[in-house]
Every structure is written in C-alpha cells, then in structure tokens.
C-alpha cells in the first residue's frame, strides 16, 4: 500500500489514453501539479513525483468488455483508494460512447461503487469547454459549432464501435447496469435546489445520480456538493472533464490552490510526426488541411503493407517535412473494428519512426487504437507542458534510460480541435 498523501487532492483513472490528457491539462492550467502514469505506478514511481496533489492513471477499458474490468479495475481502484484522495474518478469521453459489451461504464460504476464502499455515485458528464451539455438527463454535443442531441450526432451516432442510440444517460446507463438511477435537472440548479433535489434521490434510494451541466455555473454547483461530501468521506464518480474543470474553481474559491500561473506558449518545431486512428470527419478535415500546408500524408491499410508507408515517411522527415499517418479518413462502415493487435502495430510504427528519425514532437489521433499503440512507446508518465487546443494538451514523455524520454506528445480525441489543428502542435499554437 503507498502511503496517503496529506496534500493530494484528487485521483482519476481515464477509460482511454487520449482522454486521459483533457484531466491533465485543466490541472496545469490551474497550477494544480499533476502527473499521469500509463500504468498502475508503483511505490517508487509515486515518490519521482512528490509534490504532485493529483495523480492519474491512463487507462484501457473503454476498449475492453466487462469481463477484463472485472477482473482488472477492482485492484485499480483500491490502488487508488489508498492514495487518500478525496476525490477519486472514473474519467470517461464527454460523449458518453460506451455499450454493454465494450467500454461498459455502468460496469465499471459498479466496480468502483464496491471498491470505495460508496453510497453512491454521482454522473457528471457536462463540459462546455468542449461543447457537451446534459439537460434533463439527454446528453447534446456540438459539431463545427452545432448542437446535436447524442443520438443524432453526425458522429457519435454512427461510431465504428459504441455508436450513441440512445440521448437519455439514464437510459443509456440501464443497458449496461442495474444500478438504480437519480438526477438532479436543470430546474434543480435554477431554482437552488440542486442539494435538496440529491438528497430527494439519495433517499429514495437512487445508487447513482446524473448531474445535469450545460455551463460553467451548474458545474460549480455540481463540484461545491460533491466537495462537501467528499470532505468527509472518499467519493467516487463517473465524470467527463467538466468536473475537474468545477472542482478547480471550487478548490481556488476556498483557498486550496493559488491563481492560474501566466502560461508559457510551446516553442515551434521543424518537423512534426502525426498518427492517426480516428474516424471522425473533423480529424479528416484536419489531415486534408495538413496535406495543404505541405505536410507529407500518408494512409496505412493492412499492417503487411506498411513498408513502402514507412520508407515514404522517413524520407520526407529527412527532408524536414512534417508527416501525416492515417488509418481513415471520415467514418467508416458500421461495425468495422480496429482490433488490438491494429493498434499494437501501429504503436511499433510509431516507435520504429521515431527512433529512425529522431523526432522530438508526435500527435496521435483516435482512441481504442491510439491507447493501444502509446502503450508499445514504453513511456511511464506524462506531466502537462502548454495547451495547444481544449482538451489536447502538449505532454512531456518521462521514460526513463529510454530515447523517448523528454519526447513531446499530444494525444488528440477525434473530435477535438480546429481544422489548423497539426499545423497548430507544430508551431507551438
């Protein structure tokens, strides 16, 4: 067991590694010290990084079914618990994507509710930052600067894997829990009830609680409740961003964590190295705008033919050209899956060219095959460097007696950031 940490604010475990950053950055942002680990760390990887008041720890499970997080999350979440965090949370996409068979977050609410001995778990999915509101329970997500309900995303709704049918979290949770679902609305917050509303559920015996988020306001109403809860007893929750976003306002109004730092902008590069896995429209504008700014783009098909892919890409870095990889370009046929081993080779890709090349600065795009191809770079931590666009951080790589170690690193969702965005990570922002 690590021993408790006196000053350790919070704790999360994220479902895939490239929404495990979004935490990250929030965290840098707002002065808060913070390291993400790529596996459960150890005793002595915790004492590399003392003055830490939030730890994290990239997961995998938004790409496993629920027999792997049954038999992989409980001992995760007693590591956590014993760190003595009073906030400890599950971070999943603010999408929400998820199904009963693959990235079961009703499963792992189960699991974490038994593992913190929970009355119960409170569902914060809300993030304006990144253009994600929940109201009366229906999840909305915006899209080039539209609001979509969920379901009716042009993109969620038809995700290759865990596409979203259905808007309403409690209906969504129900396929994959029998946990007992409460909420505390809109009318809630407007009306200063959301406390009475939660203890209205809690009483009635609901096990979970969707919180109701569409700005900045109802997340800091969200986060003063749970804070007092968690004040006194360890609380565990299923939560996009927008929480830790809430809680760090909640924290500076208490006296907790000082102002903002004035924040350094990212020094250019000559070169920048891009993989991507996703099948979003928006990444598929990104890579034809990269290709207009003179960016080598290459796409990858089957791992056996990756040869002459591999040999353009050195070339053209060589040449100091920036390099695109991509495995898609928009969204592909219902039911198409990019199995693991998809995923382990693209990261033996990645690792062959960066060590080929010497390439200093790296973007992975997507998020079941991108979790699986950063595990293969052998990289033990990441801490927060410069914010690029909300939610894709710039990352310093900690490797130690690796090559990789210092590496720069952006792991990017597929619906996050400008159509200028690899343009952007190059230049420094």
């Known amino acids: ?68 997080m049954t038999e992989n999350l409980p001992e995760i979440f007693m590591r956590m ?38 009355d119960f778990v409170p569902v914060v999915v809300g993030a304006p930052h990144l253009g994600r509101a929940v109201i009366f329970g229906n999840l909305f997500a915006a899209e080039e ?28 949770l129900a396929k994959q829990t029998k946990m007992t679902m409460g909420i505390v609305d809109l009318i809630a917050f407007q009306t200063c009830r959301a406390g009475q509303q939660l203890q209205s ?64 902008r990212a020094a250019a590069v000559d070169r920048l190295l891009v993989l991507s896995g996703s099948c979003s429209p928006i990444t598929a504008k990104q890579i034809r705008k990269a290709r207009q700014q003179g960016f080598a783009v290459l796409h990858l098909e089957s791992p056996g033919t990756w040869g002459l892919q591999t040999r353009q890409a050195l070339d053209a870095l060589a040449q100091g050209q920036s390099v695109v990889l991509y495995t898609a370009l928009g969204p592909q046929p219902m039911g198409r899956k990019h199995r693991e081993e ?54 310093i790589c900690h490797a130690k007696g690796s090559s990789l170690d210092g590496l720069e690193l952006v792991l990017k969702g597929g619906q996050i950031g400008p159509e200028t965005f690899f343009s952007d990570v190059r230049s420094g922002g």
């Open 201 to 264: 559920e809690l009483a009635a015996n609901a096990e979970a609680v969707v919180f109701d988020g569409c700005d900045d306001a109802m997340l800091d109403k969200t986060a003063r409740l749970l804070w007092e809860r968690a004040s006194k007893r360890p609380l565990f929750a299923i939560a996009s961003s927008g929480l830790p976003y809430g809680l760090l306002r909640h924290w500076r109004r208490l006296g907790l964590i000082g102002e903002p730092p004035q924040q350094p």
């Open 1 to 68: 067991m690590v021993p408790k940490r006196s000053s350790l604010l919070y704790a999360y475990y994220a479902d895939d590694f490239t929404g495990s950053t979004d935490v990250l950055e929030a965290l840098g942002l707002h002065g808060v010290k913070a390291v993400l680990f790529t596996h459960p760390p150890e005793k002595h990887e915790l004492e590399s990084f003392p003055d830490c008041r939030a730890i994290g720890v990239a997961g995998e499970s938004r790409s496993r079914g629920p027999e792997w």
């Open 145 to 172: 600067g539209v609001f979509y309900r969920i379901d009716r995303h042009p993109t969620m709704r038809q995700h290759p894997v865990t596409p979203m049918k259905e808007a309403d979290l409690r209906l969504h």
């Open 342 to 395: 998809f995923g382990v080779a693209l990261g033996n890709l990645l690792q062959e060219l960066l060590v080929a090349s010497g390439i200093r600065r790296v973007v992975v795009v997507g998020g079941d095959t991108s979790t699986h191809a950063v595990k293969q770079l052998g990289i033990d931590a990441l801490t927060f460097a410069a914010q690029i666009s909300p939610g894709a951080p710039l990352c």
């Open 81 to 118: 618990r014993g760190l003595g965090s009073p906030v400890n949370q599950y971070k999943v996409c603010s999408t929400f994507d998820s199904a009963p068979e693959v990235g079961s977050i009703g499963r792992a609410m189960e699991l974490g509710r038994a593992a913190f001995n929970s």
